[in-house]
């Protein structure tokens, strides 16, 4: 996932707390992007970043965890 928010014009910020970051960018709101899978809520994380990345890209939200699966 950080490797697609930077694709799509975020930017890597501050660290906020131990497992994540923050990502920013022009005309975009700021995401906390997880470093890793071993946290509670990462599926509910993820769930909303998708949400995220969809809202922003104007396409649907399997087309963006297509592109996060297969690594596009």
């Not at 700021?30 to 994380?45: C, F, K, M, N, S």
Request: proline share 3%; charged share 25%; net charge negative.
């Amino acid at each position: 996932m950080r490797a697609y928010a930077h694709s799509v014009g975020w930017q890597r910020g501050e660290t906020y707390r131990l497992h994540s970051d923050i990502y920013a960018g022009r005309n975009r709101p700021e995401i906390i992007v997880p470093r890793t899978d071993h946290l509670g809520d990462y599926a509910t994380v993820v769930s909303r970043l998708i949400e995220v990345f969809a809202q922003m890209a104007d396409r649907d939200e399997l087309t963006i965890y297509r592109s996060l699966v297969m690594g596009e």
